[in-house]
């Protein structure tokens, strides 16, 4: 059974400051997925990663995924309270389903 | 385009009872997909279904079941409920055309079920 771990598991700062959240699997990816999800809703996809050493840029958002494709990166600059929520990784590991990572509950204060 | 739609949205079960989760997407999607998620934590795959007919386990099935007798429709059945399914259940759908291609996954709002 894969297992995917996402470090912090919470996370609790003030508007402005910069947080990096982590999601990291033994196993190879074949393609990565970060998802928000918010109070009472289920999770929106922010990003797919697919190449190794990747990175894609969401307005503040920054996503990482490693050489390797075992690991990935969320950094968020200058967070604000919109940006308060649980954040998901889910990686697929060459087949049709997606593992999901034990999740970041973040919240900014304004 | 409604997406994803689930019904209902909240449910108190006692212990032994039985239910239907409903789900119902409008976007032509063939996978479909349930899931449930502990406090605090990320999603479990309970069951999937990659078409009409075609259903398969996922993580967590014991103490569920699932049909898909066409496209659009994929209900949850919990037959003997037990605190331990006690979670918010969601279904998701998406699309896959060419071999190892996955469209993102799209989410209904979910189901609260408590079972006491």
């Known amino acids: 059974t894969q297992l995917l771990e996402q470090s912090p598991q919470f996370l609790s700062i003030q508007e402005g400051e910069n947080l990096t959240v982590y999601c990291n699997s033994s196993s190879v990816f074949s393609s990565l997925q970060w998802y928000r999800q918010e109070p009472g809703e289920g999770p929106v996809l922010l990003v797919t990663?697919?190449?190794?050493?990747e990175v894609k840029k969401l307005k503040r958002l920054t996503f990482q995924f490693g050489d390797a494709r075992k690991d990935s990166s969320l950094h968020i600059t200058a967070a604000q309270p919109g940006d308060t929520g649980l954040y998901l990784c889910?990686?697929?590991?060459?087949?049709?389903?997606?593992?999901f990572g034990t999740g970041t509950r973040l919240q900014v204060f304004p | 385009n409604a997406g994803v739609t689930q019904t209902p949205k909240f449910r108190i079960l006692k212990i032994g009872q039985s239910m239907t989760l409903q789900c119902t997407q409008d976007m032509n999607h063939n996978y479909m997909y349930w899931y449930r998620q502990d406090p605090g934590m990320g999603l479990k795959l309970i069951y999937y279904s990659v078409g009409a007919g075609i259903t398969d386990k996922g993580e967590v099935p014991n103490g569920y079941n699932v049909s898909r007798s066409t496209t659009e429709d994929f209900p949850l059945r919990l037959e003997l409920a037990a605190p331990s399914q006690t979670s918010v259940y969601f279904c998701a759908s998406s699309y896959s055309g060419l071999a190892g291609v996955y469209s993102e996954q799209y989410f209904g709002p979910g189901t609260r079920l408590t079972v006491t």
């Open positions: 990663v697919v190449t190794g050493g």
């Open positions: 889910a990686g697929r590991y060459n087949t049709d389903k997606l593992i």
